[in-house]
């Protein structure tokens, strides 16, 4: 049987219907008082499997709190992919996608974490800041009716930490090499994105 872990993850902020650009969606949700939370439970049924896949591609469901669809919406089933390669050999994502129904109609949420080393120290901000996109419809090719930027605060992130559990095994030394080996597969991706950036500067002294 196979080795994996699960963790929960909260991520809220400022989010509006009827905007399409995250940006425009976290001003106008700040503006009227609007915010969505996200609270995701990730699951990754083979370790190995996640690490090996180029795509890091795990499970995700929870439930969406925003007041104006409904508090607890339940999403059974939803997409996670950790360090996502893109286009551009520079940038990658985190993807967290969840679907939901409000009054029978199905709903898409779709939120992506920037991974990139750009000007400054950003690897918190980029590994945080989640921008977000409802659609209409089962996948996020339905149309945007709504956008904001979710963000995973210091609290939420020491809350994440106490939440990982291993499945598969019951064997103490196999779960604490999986939270290890897990743990080291996050750490050398934000090497691989990050540290190019300081052996420019070691290069330019």
């Known amino acids: 049987m196979p080795i994996g872990i699960t963790f929960k993850e909260t991520m809220a902020g400022a989010f509006a219907l009827g905007e399409a650009s995250p940006q ?20 990754i049924p083979d370790l190995d499997a996640f690490i090996a896949d180029p795509d890091h591609c795990g499970k995700l469901s929870g439930t969406v709190d925003f007041s104006p669809l409904g508090i607890g919406l339940t999403a059974s089933q939803g997409v996670f992919n950790l360090f996502q390669p893109s286009d551009d050999p520079k940038l990658k994502y985190m993807v967290y996608e969840l679907g939901f129904s409000h009054d029978g109609h199905p709903l898409y949420l779709a939120g992506k974490k920037h991974v990139r080393d750009d000007a400054g120290f950003d690897m918190w901000s980029d590994t945080t800041t989640l921008l977000t996109h409802l659609h209409e419809g089962e996948n996020a090719q339905g149309d945007v009716i709504g956008a904001g930027v979710l963000r995973l605060n210091g609290g939420a992130l020491a809350s994440l930490m106490s939440t990982i559990r291993v499945i598969g095994t019951d064997n103490p030394l196999e779960q604490a090499g999986a939270v290890a080996k897990f743990g080291q597969f996050f750490m050398g991706e934000l090497w691989d994105s990050y540290a190019p950036r300081f052996g420019q500067r070691e290069n330019a002294d």
């Open 24 to 43: 425009a969606g976290e001003e106008r949700g700040k503006a009227q008082g609007l915010t969505l939370a996200m609270h995701a439970r990730v699951e």
